[in-house]
């Protein structure tokens, strides 16, 4: 007569299973925490405009501010006369995108980042960072992003 053993089935031990679980959690946190779109087309540019596409006039720009181009995710300034600039219009803190330009000033309207027409630096925080640049060409009177 063969007797059934009593001892339960060997498993995986409890710190292998707490291991394996919080192994697990830190994946996903940290997937999370690298989902932020800074992805770039293969031209380089932030926004979702094709290149050469026409965004303004050189009138429509005023000098010391600029006009933001939702559509194509971009602002395009003039810090001082004939010179014009193109930053993406989404804000380096949390990717809100910037509705306002007031005294040399792109502000987004989340938490009151502001930027430099000039350089798209960061004038007052929480942002860090700055806009970054977009590429864009002038051509007689007309903007394209190059």
Do not use: W
Not at 15 to 37: E, K
């Amino acid at each position: 007569m063969t007797s059934a053993s009593t001892q339960p089935a060997a498993g995986p031990a409890r710190r292998t299973v707490m291991a394996a679980a919080g192994a697990a959690g830190l994946a996903v946190a940290l997937t999370a925490c690298g989902s932020g779109d800074d992805s770039k087309d293969a031209s380089g540019s932030a926004g979702g405009a094709a290149s050469g596409t026409t965004l303004a006039k050189t009138s429509d720009i005023p000098e010391g501010g600029g006009k933001i181009f939702k559509d194509q995710g971009v602002v395009v300034t003039q810090p001082t006369a004939g010179t014009y600039k193109a930053f993406s219009s989404k804000c380096t803190h949390q990717g809100c995108a910037v509705t306002g330009i007031t005294n040399g000033v792109i502000t987004c309207p989340c938490h009151k980042s502001e930027f430099s027409v000039e350089d798209g630096s960061v004038k007052k925080g929480p942002a860090t960072q700055p806009l970054p640049a977009e590429k864009i060409t002038v051509s007689g009177d007309e903007i394209k992003l190059a």
